[in-house]
């Protein structure tokens, strides 16, 4: 099947972890980005790649890292720096910046 | 800094009913705007894309229209269905990503 992939769908983290959230697609596009969902509020955007080895921050970067070595693979890594990090997760991928967007499924994210 | 605000927050309709949902923007300088639908627990699925020279798209039952210069996008549903009950995202591409509204959530009763 074509589209985006995140994995895992649900994952616990002890305080002062970091932990690694996954996100691959098949789509051959070549920008991708993380956004993150609190109860009642619209998407913020974490940190997004136009090309291969290139990245930027978005709004809300603090506490958050990501790579993308592979034209399909973007993960993000919450890192114990993230103050609040419980919140749904959700990467995303386009043919280029001006394309539309398609989502994946989105990982919940649990402090505990 | 882009701003997106969609009213209303909450909307319930009986099954049958025409409705709108609304989105406005800040910034009129943009690429094109864009619909979602987001089941509860789910991720994003695109409805509409509308690029910044056109003034409507339609698919099936949805009609999205966009006036830039007023910083102004609606979403038209016909015939609502229980299905169609769901969290309508408005987001603007400004030129790298997509902002987005909060969301109009969505109820049609049979």
């Known amino acids: 099947d074509g589209g985006i992939t995140q994995s895992p769908k649900y994952l616990f983290r002890k305080e002062g972890q970091n932990v690694t959230l996954s996100c691959e697609q098949n789509l051959n596009h070549d920008a991708m980005y993380w956004y993150r969902q609190d109860p009642g509020q619209g998407l913020r955007l974490i940190y997004y790649s136009q090309i291969v080895n290139d990245f930027q921050k978005g709004d809300i970067a603090e506490g958050y890292s990501v790579s993308r070595e592979k034209k399909e693979s973007f993960p993000l890594t919450v890192t114990s720096a993230q103050k609040n990090p419980t919140a749904f997760y959700l990467c995303a991928s386009s043919a280029g910046l001006g394309d539309t967007i398609y989502f994946g499924e989105g990982s919940w994210l649990t402090v505990v | ?110």
């Open chain 2, 1 to 110: 800094k882009q701003e997106v605000t969609q009213i209303p927050a909450a909307l319930s309709v009986p099954e049958g009913e025409n409705l709108v949902l609304n989105c406005s923007f800040t910034d009129s300088a943009i690429y094109n705007l864009q619909w979602f639908r987001q089941d509860p627990g789910k991720g994003l699925t695109s409805l509409l894309l509308i690029q910044s020279s056109q003034r409507e798209q339609t698919s099936g039952r949805l009609n999205a229209s966009l006036d830039k210069s007023s910083g102004r996008s609606t979403l038209y549903i016909a015939a609502s269905q229980p299905g169609d009950s769901a969290t309508y995202l408005c987001a603007v591409n400004s030129g790298y990503a997509l902002n987005f509204g909060k969301g109009t959530s969505l109820l049609v009763t049979p």
